[in-house]
Each structure stands twice: as structure tokens, then as C-alpha cells.
């Protein structure tokens, strides 16, 4: 396996600095993101889509180092029924594009949640009752999230990227094994898991029973951890409003790797993601509150130095 990383981990380090940093911490590959909900610190997306000898340079000076570029990453929720949902269905097409135009087969972003029918923003609906749920539910997924999906696939395709990598987040029709599963069945195997075990680990899953359930739809891996606060969630469930600034009253935090989870866990993660089928990268997000991020990064680095393996390779 590759230890990679999405740059907004060390999102305040200039772009050269970032790779000199990433080189020095014997990172393979690195992702990087092109906006919506990210900043985009390391990557101008129009300017990189306008030319030619920016992609690159930009190319060259990342393998320079000696690394690679394992996805883009255009995070955001293009369905949002208000003009926001039109921005990030632009940059999502756009950081497509460039994926194309980059040589580059991996797309991570998140499906999207629409509202309910005249709705100014998003709705994500996550219980069933009472009963008027059930008809927003349906409609998010037969009026508008399996068309779009269907529609952003065949545009991928026609493009040559056939990997869109969803993340199982919070706030996102797809959010579980079970709603990917069901967009795939829809739209094809062009979507596929960027697999981040630390939202499914705050929502109650088992992110390792997880990925055997997903087998060969994961196409991506985050290495995000979480650490639940016993107390809290005991006391207030999971469900989780407090800001992430006030870490410390809040029934879960994300954290950095081996905090929330200890070395032995992570080497079973490794080793389920094996099983499965999956040689890629482990790309580090780092988005710990309480520790500085390049010491976040580096402690997470250490730590799937060792948990992580590779397959044996099949002789010919």
C-alpha cells in the first residue's frame, strides 16, 4: 500500500513547501483538492483547465519529488437547491475535466442531498418517521439524485474517468454501505468508495465489516480517525451540533491516527482493506483540533509505516 495525503492537511504551507515537506516525510502520493468546500490551497482549478504548460509544470514539480497525484478531491454538494448547488456542480465538472485532462483516474467528492420540493436548502433525512419523510426521501432519490448521477456518470465517461470516488458523510444522501450499494445499482460502477472509516465510526458503524461489505467498490481510502468521548455520547447520543472549536464538551472529535483508535486497529484496517482487494493509498486527512498539523501528519505517517503492507504480486 501508499501513504498519501490530501494536502489540506498542511493547507497553510505554499505549494513548494508542501512538496519539499511531503518528500521528506516519504509520502508516495499526494491529493489535492480543487474547491467547493475546500479552499483549494495548492491547486488554481481555471488556470490549471486554461493551460497546457500549467498542468505541466504543475505535474513536474510534484514528480520531482518523487511523488504521484492518487485523485482530485471536489467535495461540496452540487445538489443544493440554491445557487450554491450550482457553483459546486461547475467546480465538480470542472475538476473532472482536469482529472482528464491530467491523466489523473480518481475523482473524490461526496454524492450531494438536495432539500424537499421547494426547499431553499438541503435536507438530509435520517429517520423515518414521521411519514411525510418518506415521500422527500423518495423524491431526493427518484427526482433528483439519481438523475444527476446518472447524467455526471455519462459526463465522466465521456471524458475517460471512470472512477468518482464518494465519501460516506453526514449530510449526503449517500452516507453508508447501504445508499452506496443503492446509487451504484442506479448509476453503474463508475461510483465507487473514497473510504473514510472516521464518519462511520461517529454514525455507529464498523468501518472493517464495512469494507467487506464494499469489496472491489472501493477505489480511494482516506486515513481519518475519530475519537468518541464516552461520557458525552453516553450522556447526548452522537449527534453531534456542538461547533468543532469547542472540542472538548462535543460527543466525538476527529482526530489523529492512533488517538482514536490504537496501532492495532489500524493494522486490522489495513489488513481488511487487503483482503478486499485494495493495494492504493491511505491518503491522510488531518483535521485533528487539538494537535498542530504537521505533528498530526507525521505521527500518522509513523503509524501506517507500520500497520500498512503490501499484496504479494502474482508471478506471470
Not at 28 to 53: I, Q, R, V, Y
Not at 82 to 97: N, Y
Not at 180 to 194: F, P, S, Y
Not at 211 to 226: E, F, P
Request: glycine fraction near 8%; charge should be negative.
Amino acid at each position: 500500500m501508499k501513504i498519501g495525503m490530501i494536502t489540506d492537511s498542511l493547507a497553510s504551507l505554499p505549494f513548494e513547501t508542501l512538496l519539499a515537506t511531503s518528500a521528506q516525510l516519504e509520502l508516495d502520493m499526494l491529493e489535492f483538492a480543487c474547491g467547493n468546500w475546500s479552499t483549494a490551497p495548492h491547486l488554481n482549478l481555471p488556470a490549471m483547465l486554461e493551460s497546457d504548460k500549467a498542468r505541466r509544470e504543475f505535474r513536474a514539480k510534484v514528480a520531482d519529488r518523487g511523488l504521484q497525484i492518487s485523485a482530485l478531491n471536489c467535495s461540496g454538494n452540487p445538489l443544493d437547491p440554491g445557487e450554491a448547488g450550482r457553483r459546486h456542480d461547475q467546480v465538480t465538472r470542472d475538476t473532472i475535466k482536469l482529472a482528464s485532462l491530467m491523466g489523473v483516474d480518481r475523482v473524490v467528492m461526496m454524492s450531494g442531498c438536495p432539500g424537499a420540493p421547494g426547499d431553499s436548502h438541503a435536507n438530509w433525512i435520517t429517520v423515518e418517521w414521521p411519514i411525510e419523510l418518506r415521500e422527500i426521501l423518495r423524491w431526493q432519490w427518484d427526482e433528483v439524485l439519481v438523475p444527476y448521477w446518472r447524467d455526471l456518470v455519462a459526463y465522466a465517461n465521456n471524458l475517460g474517468i471512470r472512477k468518482l470516488c464518494l465519501e460516506l458523510h453526514g449530510f449526503q444522501n449517500v452516507y453508508n454501505v447501504r445508499t452506496l450499494m443503492r446509487l451504484r445499482e442506479a448509476v453503474g460502477e463508475t461510483v465507487g468508495a473514497n473510504f473514510d472509516p472516521s464518519h462511520l465510526m461517529w454514525m455507529g458503524a464498523d468501518p472493517i465489516v464495512a469494507i467487506r461489505a464494499l469489496g472491489d467498490a472501493i477505489y480511494h481510502v482516506h486515513a481519518k480517525d475519530t475519537r468518541l468521548d464516552p461520557t458525552i455520547a453516553a450522556t447526548n447520543g452522537v449527534l453531534e451540533t456542538m461547533p468543532g472549536e469547542q472540542f472538548r464538551q462535543r460527543a466525538w472529535n476527529y482526530i489523529t491516527l492512533g488517538y482514536g483508535h490504537g496501532e492495532k486497529w489500524w493494522s486490522e484496517f489495513c489488513a481488511a482493506l487487503a483482503i478486499a482487494g485494495y493495494d492504493d493509498v491511505l491518503s491522510i486527512e488531518h483535521e485533528d483540533p487539538m494537535m498542530p498539523p504537521l505533528e498530526g501528519v507525521e505521527k500518522s505517517v509513523a503509524l501506517l509505516k507500520r500497520a500498512a503492507f503490501n499484496l504479494p504480486r502474482r508471478s506471470n
